[in-house]
Structure formats: C-alpha cells, structure tokens
C-alpha cells in the first residue's frame, strides 16, 4: 500500500461528458503528479502541484485540467471527452517539490464508450 | 526537449538468465530513478542515482549512472518469475522540475 488514494478505481463514460478524477496523497506529502498510461504505452507526465501550486506542466490537453486543494488532495478534470482520452490516469506523490521519491496510487481507469 | 529512450521495448527470459535494460538521454541528466510496474499494477519506486559514475546494489538488481550522466543501466542476475514486470527510468534534465518517464522495458521470465 503505497499510501495514496486514487478515486474512483473504474469510471465509464461517453463522449462528449466530464469526469472528475480525485488523489489523496500520503500523509506528509506535499507534491502530487499526475499521469496518463495508455495501453502498452508509458507515462505521459501531464501536471505536477506543491502545496497547491501548479511547478510543471507536461503535454497536458487544454480540455484537462487539475488544481490542490487546502488540505492538499488534487483534482483532474476532463471536459469533452474524446475516445482517444481512455487510458489509466495515475496520481503520485512527493515529500518535496524536487527529486524525491514518487509514491503512486492504484490508479482510476477511464473508458470512453 | 529532453528525451528518454529505453532499450530493449521487450524481453524474454527464461529463469535464471540475466537481463539488463538501458536507458539514454540526448541530454545530461540531474539524476536518475528506476521504477517497477507490475502486470496490473501501479509504478513503484526501486533507487534514485545522483552521482556520475554511480553503482547501486539492491540484491540481484544492480544500477548504474553513466560518467557523463547521460544513460543508466539495470541489470537482473538471475532472474525469477517475481521480477516479471515494466521497468522504467525516470529523470529530470537540468533544473526542471518535469520528470520524464522513460519508454519502458516489460520483462517477461519463462519457467
């Protein structure tokens, strides 16, 4: 158990709607990362937060986007959805906003009908 | 941007063989880690190397930093059927703070 909590697990949906993924990251941490993997593909970094602030963007869609909240559990929303938006989308998180150690959820797998 | 590739994309094993993937960077790189993806599972974190030139030992895997920082390595002596599996390098370049996950090896151990 890595200590993040990623909800929900599976999330089904169609065309055109809007999803909203949530991460809770391990006690203590302060940065959350998050990623796409696709099938048989790798990690695509898409935006990374510290203490509620966005550090770094990957090639992140301007139809997603993500924010920390207060109590530093993170949000990604996903507008107009697209077939090609199923994947399985990964939270980690960090101690720090530098080069520690990423701890990852189970992960929330998305599938566009 | 920075890239990072991984080679071999595949490889079969049968039990008791050794294996080792690479990773290179066409630029230097702060440091490197190594993470490993179960089938059906989430990444979790094997080592960071910071150093030029720097060798980890962790049981049967063994990692190594490149001299000019630019490419890493992870061999597996003896592989077992536990250490099936996706392993991918990680790193940044310079002072980003973008951590670039490399392409992935899946490794696959045959009895």
């Known amino acids: 158990d890595s200590g993040v909590t990623q909800t929900p697990k599976h999330l089904i949906t169609a065309t055109g709607q809007r999803v909203t993924l949530r991460c809770s990251p391990r006690s203590g941490d302060l940065s959350v990362y998050w990623y796409q993997q696709s099938l048989d593909q790798g990690l695509q970094f898409l935006i990374h937060y510290y203490n509620g602030e966005e550090r770094a963007k990957g090639n992140i869609l301007e139809r997603f986007s993500a924010q920390q909240f207060p109590d530093l559990h993170s949000e990604l929303n996903l507008s107009s959805l697209e077939l090609g938006d199923s994947a399985l989308y990964f939270c980690?998180?960090?101690?720090?906003?530098?080069?520690?150690?990423?701890?990852f959820g189970d992960g929330t797998r998305l599938s566009i009908l | 941007g920075q890239q990072v590739m991984q080679i071999p994309q595949y490889q079969h094993v049968q039990e008791g063989e050794d294996f080792t993937t690479y990773c290179n960077s066409s630029?230097?790189?702060?440091?490197i880690q190594w993470y490993k993806q179960r089938p059906g599972g989430h990444p979790v974190f094997l080592i960071q190397?910071?150093?030029?030139?720097e060798v980890k030992k962790q049981k049967r895997l063994t990692f190594q930093f490149g001299e000019a920082k630019k490419n890493s390595s992870l061999h597996i002596t003896a592989t077992q059927t536990t250490d099936v599996g996706t392993y991918f390098c990680?790193?940044?370049?310079?002072?980003?703070?973008?951590?670039?996950f490399g392409t992935g090896t899946q490794l696959k151990v045959e009895l």
């Open positions: 630029t230097t790189l702060s440091n």
């Open positions: 190397l910071v150093k030029s030139g």
């Open positions: 990680a790193s940044r370049s310079g002072g980003g703070n973008k951590l670039t």
């Open positions: 980690a998180s960090s101690v720090g906003p530098g080069d520690q150690p990423q701890h």
